[in-house]
């Protein structure tokens, strides 16, 4: 009889959900107008083209929802998300582009540099299939919390594309361990929606929840 030994599944403690909002839909397959348009504004911000980011900010501006008060105030410190290999000099970094585009508008208190990724993992938008992608686990053990110049009252994560919310999750455990009795929350200018053939709107502002089982390793975004 031939056993097969099970790697066990590694276990995050502390955080089970963090809150999010995006912005707009983006389409990484859709054939439709609307969907080849939201690839070209997806393209774009993760260019780091300045007149698409702040043409996107300037949406946040004008929303009025009480709940986008939990993302952005003038008690919020923006953080950016790190790219997937560590930064190097000159390197373009779209989330610290978003970053600068928010604090013009006054959405946040302060930017600091809080996460930085200390080794390559395998860029996201490159592998076709989630199980392709890294894990919560491979992006937490490629991350690490620099020093801070003062304390944040609350943090809000900025990235350019919400995909799974692996990457977040794992910046938010990190700090997470650093700041226990912080808030923290996560923002992207674009979510995928890789489920639906076409999306029906473009713009379309969102709230909802990253949560991670630790049965499984993986993340589950709702919506």
């Not at 609307?34 to 007149?51: E, T």
């Not at 999750?169 to 929606?193: D, G």
Request: proline content about 6%; some cysteine; charged content about 25%.
């Amino acid at each position: 009889m031939t056993f097969l030994l099970l790697q066990p599944v590694p276990v995050l403690k502390s955080l089970t959900k963090i809150r999010y909002f995006t912005l707009c839909n983006y389409s990484p397959r859709g054939h439709s107008e609307l969907s080849i348009k939201s690839r070209n504004v997806c393209g774009g911000i993760k260019a780091g083209r300045i007149n698409i980011i702040n043409s996107a900010i300037e949406r946040i501006d004008d929303l009025k929802a009480e709940e986008i008060e939990d993302f952005f105030n003038d008690k919020i410190t923006l953080v950016p998300v790190p790219r997937s290999a560590p930064l190097t000099q000159g390197a373009l970094w779209p989330a610290k582009e978003i970053v600068n585009a928010l604090l013009e508008a006054n959405l946040g208190k302060d930017h600091q540099v809080l996460i930085k990724r200390i080794h390559h993992v395998k860029k996201s938008s490159s592998q076709v299939g989630a199980d392709q992608r890294p894990s919560v686990e491979d992006h937490y053990n490629s991350l690490s919390v620099q020093k801070y110049l003062t304390k944040p009252e609350r943090i809000t994560l900025i990235d350019d594309v919400l995909t799974l919310g692996r990457t977040f999750f794992a910046c938010a455990q990190r700090l997470y361990e650093s700041f226990p009795e912080i808030e923290i929350r996560c923002c992207s200018l674009i979510r995928t929606q890789s489920l639906i053939p076409d999306i029906e709107k473009l713009l379309d502002p969102s709230f909802g929840d990253i949560t991670y089982n630790n049965r499984t390793g993986k993340t589950t975004r709702n919506p």
